[in-house]
């Protein structure tokens, strides 16, 4: 059944088209290699390179895998509707591979909604900075920190050159204005955001 697989694989399926293609080798394998083999990790693998050799790469800014894992029971539901408990040569794919593109297009339409909603933080930091009440360095610190959910003072640091004091007072300003909200102690210590962040794109930090 492997080495089946792997000729298909190589063959390139160009009948189904790089996405469909994807869902029916991530699912085929996962047929082969049930979950409680440990081969989930492996599937997704081999669906990412089969995306990449058909150009749907999106140049890295789209994680499948987390879609995939923010959806785990609908992802897991869909696998066992098509492929059943034990593999069954001429199952029906078509549940899996309809699951499948849609959580594609979810995983796209997530980015889309977290590049608007780095769009809004950005307009607001630079308006801030306009205005006086923030640093200008702050533009780039505070735009890391909604990205990542979090800044410590190392990274506030890489990112925008500031040291010591001068870093210090940028974060603490920060944190007086509700851009960000310090956790732990002085050398564990992390900003997470703030409620002035957390409001303005609500939608885009699920």
Partial sequence: LMRDLGQWLRSGFD???PAAGAAVAHLEFVAIHPFNDGNG?????ICRLM???????????VSLDAQLDRERVDYFAAIAVAA???YSPGYDAT???TYFLDATVRAVDHVLGRMRGLGQVLIAIRQAVVL???PPTML?????AWINRSIRPADYTRITGRVGASASRDLLRAVRRGYLEARGQTRTRRYVLGPFLRQLAPDALD
């Fill in 15 to 17: 009948d189904l088209g």
């Fill in 41 to 45: 990790r492996t599937a997704r693998g």
């Fill in 51 to 61: 995306l990449r050799r058909g150009g749907l790469d999106f140049g890295g800014l």
């Fill in 140 to 144: 780039d610190g505070l735009a890391y």
């Fill in 95 to 97: 549940p899996f591979v």
């Fill in 84 to 86: 059943g408990r034990a």
């Fill in 132 to 134: 006086g009440s923030l």
